[in-house]
């Protein structure tokens, strides 16, 4: 099961969760609000685009149930 990027294209299983702040400033253009998909290493690179020192945590998500997977925008995982 995985989700397609939006960035890059490739398929991707690994869902990385950030604030809402942060998502409008790098989700992909066009997405409205709170919209759009991004594997982890476009969300890494777009962080790294802001041109300064930043500091996250990657944490497991507490509501992370394999079973119940959808991904962004309402659309069903690719299986
Ligand atoms: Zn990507």
Request: include cysteine.
């Amino acid at each position: 099961m995985s989700c397609k990027c939006q960035g890059c294209g490739k398929q991707y299983r690994i869902d990385v969760g950030v604030t809402d702040e942060i998502w409008e400033r790098i989700k992909p253009s066009g997405k409205a609000v709170g919209a759009g998909m991004l594997c982890g290493s476009c969300i890494m690179a777009r962080l790294e685009s802001f041109n300064e020192y930043g500091s996250y945590e990657l944490v497991e998500s507490g509501s992370y149930i394999p079973q119940q997977i959808i991904c962004a925008d309402g659309l069903s995982p690719n299986a």
